[in-house]
DNA sequence: GATCAAATGAAAATAATTTTTATTTGTACC
DNA sequence: GGTACAAATAAAAATTATTTTCATTTGATC
């Protein structure tokens, strides 16, 4: 993700453009991993003059309010956030070694699911799906460099 | 869920049998609602001599890790609990406004799902699988009493 | 009943996230 | 290019869910 990309996606939602949006999007966009809003911040302060830890929370939520970014649930307490340019509905695979996201080639929500709560009157609104597991790099024989062991 | 169904389950996981595991367990049993750890706390309070929040969250924990409680997913930052009788993998339902708790017959997750990781050397170790929604009385012409507007 | 590891209470610590308020900045309009 | 104003941000402090520590109590086993 470059950043005409990210001026489009703002101009888009009707948020200003500034650089930290920018930035913000264009750290987790350009990286296969998830992050935490902590490490969103440390890296972007290495490349900009300075930024604040509460607006880089800002612009996550925001971010994620809009269906740009997907948030990443963890075991432990904290928030992961991951961009992916993938439009439509999809859900990922995360890779619990490395921190990487796959993409699932689609929405494996079967119709069964929904009956149940269509006889009994009421809709759904959302879904959350995610699978956990490790990826291929993670896996394989020689344990690829980029992957980190956890 | 009574005591004695708590006791045996304790008694399963190798776990001492306290007074104070089975009012949690009693608790969160005999709810069909999701509830935190606070909210577990309050009520137990009220029927049982003295008890710690610390306490309640340690137990928790365990109940989790052994699989007996279930993790319900929202976007405060708060962790939620749910615990459900029912054998088997399955997933749940969850009600925005009345945080009823209900089953899905089946883990609606397809074969397609793992299709992309196994092709990649992957592999899947769990996944998580929330349905957000609105239930039957909550979305009835009536609104029932048993379900309040959040 | 004695023993000992496991469980708990109480208080304090931790750390992620949010709020507040003053200041700065992007955009629309001229 | 300059102005006006709402929106965005910084900095510091506040909030709050959760965890840790350590002294004390309790359940299981013999
Ligand atoms: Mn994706
Ligand atoms: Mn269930
Ligand atoms: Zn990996
Ligand atoms: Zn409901």
Redesign the pocket.
């Known amino acids: 993700m470059d950043k005409e990309q990210g001026r489009a996606i703002l101009k888009r939602l009707k948020?200003?453009?500034?650089?930290?949006?920018l930035e913000v999007m264009s750290c987790l966009g350009n990286e296969p991993l998830y992050l935490?809003?902590?490490e969103v911040w440390q890296r972007i302060k290495l490349r900009v003059a300075?930024?604040?830890?509460?607006?880089v929370?800002?612009?996550l939520?925001e971010l994620v309010a809009a269906g740009v970014i997907t948030r990443i649930f963890q075991a432990d307490?904290?928030?992961y956030y991951f961009l992916c340019t993938n439009q439509g509905h999809h859900h990922h695979f995360v890779c619990e070694s490395c921190r990487r996201v796959e993409d699932l080639e689609q929405c494996v929500l079967g119709e069964g699911a929904l009956e149940t709560v269509q006889r009994s009157g009421g809709h759904v609104t959302s879904h959350i799906l995610q699978i956990n597991g490790v990826c291929g790099a993670c896996s394989g024989p020689h344990q690829e460099a980029s992957c980190r062991t956890a």
Chains 1, 2 share one sequence.
């Open positions: 948020l200003k453009i500034t650089p930290k949006r935490s809003a902590d300075s930024i604040g830890l509460p607006t929370y800002r612009i939520d307490r904290k928030q």
